[in-house]
């Protein structure tokens, strides 16, 4: 006879839902549009009719930025939850989003490293295609001289800055994302007013 027992339901646990790779690759394809389309639409604008010296701080800034983003990728995938943790004790701000980011680490990585640092690659290659436009037009200097000295110097103020950005990262991890994570929380919602 059936007491009924084996008839109720017992109840479900909460299954983790498993997020397909492939919806984070469509994710960033659409982030990585939009941000390029932006970034170039800004660097178009900063370098209709300017000077040669304007050229080269648009350059010089999509390198800096490059190089930033870098730093914050890098640095995320190096730190350690734990002293965050006992900063959220001490409610500081910034330790929350901090420690959110750090569990977010491949995709806040790829964001920073590849997406954001990808396309101030190609923006800052096609600056130098304009620098060295305008300065064979001001000189008269061959163009593939031009071009092989501002390619040269770009490539290498993005590699070496990326070279001192990692091991600054890597040293200084928590330092740079308690500065990135107060920034953050500056528009978290979460925030006491």
């Known amino acids: 006879m059936d007491t009924g027992d084996n008839n109720k339901k017992k109840p479900k646990k909460k299954e983790k839902q498993v997020k397909s790779p492939g919806r984070w690759a469509v994710q960033v394809f ?11 639409l800004a660097s178009d604008r900063a370098l209709d009719g300017a000077g040669l010296a304007v050229a080269f701080g648009v350059l010089l ?3 800096l930025l490059g190089i930033f ?7 995320v995938t190096a730190a350690d939850e734990k002293p965050f943790h006992s900063m ?31 396309i101030c690659g190609i923006i800052a290659g096609s600056t130098v295609a304009v620098i060295v436009v305008r300065m064979q037009a001001a000189v ?3 163009g593939m001289v031009l071009s092989l000295a501002v390619t040269a110097l770009a490539s ?15 040293a200084k991890s928590t330092a ?7 920034f953050l929380h500056l528009f978290s919602r979460n925030k006491k007013r």
């Open 88 to 118: 959220a004790a001490r409610k500081t701000p910034g330790a929350k989003e901090a420690i959110s980011l750090i569990r977010k680490a491949d995709k806040v990585s790829s964001l920073c490293n590849d997406v954001v640092g990808d």
């Open 69 to 75: 983003f870098d730093i914050i990728g890098t640095a």
């Open 156 to 170: 290498g103020l993005t590699i070496g800055g990326k070279a001192l950005g990692k091991s600054f990262a890597i």
């Open 176 to 182: 740079v994302l308690q500065l990135v994570g107060r």
């Open 30 to 40: 659409f982030i990585a549009v939009v941000l390029s389309a932006v970034l170039s």
């Open 61 to 63: 800034a999509f390198v």
């Open 140 to 142: 008269g200097v061959p």
